[in-house]
């Protein structure tokens, strides 16, 4: 991260560092992944545009820092109310400069500008998990759409209520929605704006992993930690082959065969095999 760095409304925790000694030079998470929590527990984590810029800048940064190998977006662990990912937007903040409310080409411009910022979470390069512990309503369900891997508690709640106030979910939600669940049930979704609990949205497939209130946070570490020290450049074009291969019929198929041929010379690859005829676990160092 880019020091002096300050955010109002994100909380940055980056893994714990060493010298070459093997000395602490900086406390943190022990694990080569980093969180990026929306800290406005008063408002349930509503997000704000402010809250969107902020992400993303510090993707931008995450994404180049190779202390960082995997990010985990969650809402903050002390909550003030009630434990929430975030309930979508707030409707009670003002728009960015410029951008006139209830004039159509105004309001086209700016879920295009959202479109813009949740593209750029959706295309980082490295493993993005969304940890929901509460409620992930409205943008919150949106912005978990966006990540690779969810984790959830048994007493978080998903939905797209935006029905219920005669818009829709113009984030991105209509498309990745149906592509993540299946239209049929992402139009019951958005066209009744029900609540669905997250043993439903584990059985749907919106949820990866389903995880009992008190050990939440043990599992969200154990996997993050994992994946922050699994091959990089294996999860790097898995990521890229999945998320947009399958959109188009035959380029994920080139797209593994391209990314097949980059990862044939990399360290990581040495190593797993290396590690594989010595009969022990591989030490992967990523890029």
């Given amino acids: 991260m880019s020091k002096g760095k300050a955010f ?13 000694g093997g000395n602490v030079i900086r406390e943190g998470i022990d694990g080569n992944y980093a969180t990026i929590s929306i800290n406005r527990p008063d408002r349930l984590n509503a997000i704000t545009f402010q809250t969107i810029t ?19 977006l969650r809402g903050v662990k002390d909550y003030t109310k009630k434990p929430s990912f975030s309930v979508g937007q ?7 400069p410029n951008i006139k409310p209830n004039i159509p080409i105004h309001m086209a411009q700016f879920i295009r500008m959202y479109h813009r910022y949740f593209d750029q979470y959706e295309q980082f390069s490295k493993p993005l998990i969304a940890a929901i512990d509460g409620f992930a309503l409205g943008g919150g369900t949106e912005m978990a759409l966006l990540c690779d891997i ?8 998903f939905g797209l209520p935006e029905i219920l106030r005669g818009i829709l979910p113009a984030g991105g ?50 996997k993050t ?7 990089t450049s294996s999860l790097f074009v898995i990521k890229k082959c999945i998320k947009f291969g399958t959109r ?11 990314g097949h041929g980059i990862i044939s010379g990399s360290g990581d690859r ?8 010595e009969k022990r676990e591989p030490k992967f160092k990523g890029f």
């Fill in 225 to 231: 930690k994992w994946l922050g020290n699994a091959p």
């Fill in 270 to 277: 040495a190593e797993g095999r290396k590690a594989f005829f």
């Fill in 8 to 20: 109002e409304q994100i909380k940055i925790e980056l893994p714990r560092k060493f010298d070459k």
């Fill in 54 to 72: 902020e992400i993303s800048e510090a993707l931008i940064d995450l994404e180049l820092d190779p202390d960082v190998r995997c990010v985990v």
């Fill in 90 to 96: 707030d409707l009670s903040t003002v728009f960015p």
């Fill in 150 to 157: 969810v984790i959830a508690s048994k007493r978080s709640t």
């Fill in 173 to 222: 939600g209509t498309q990745r929605l149906a592509r993540r669940i299946g239209i049929n049930r992402a139009l019951r979704v958005l066209f009744f704006g029900e609540m669905f609990s997250a043993e439903q949205m584990h059985k749907w497939g919106l949820v990866t992993f389903l995880v009992d209130n008190d050990i939440f946070e043990e599992v969200v570490h154990e």
């Fill in 248 to 258: 188009y019929e035959q380029l994920g198929l080139i797209m593994e065969q391209i």
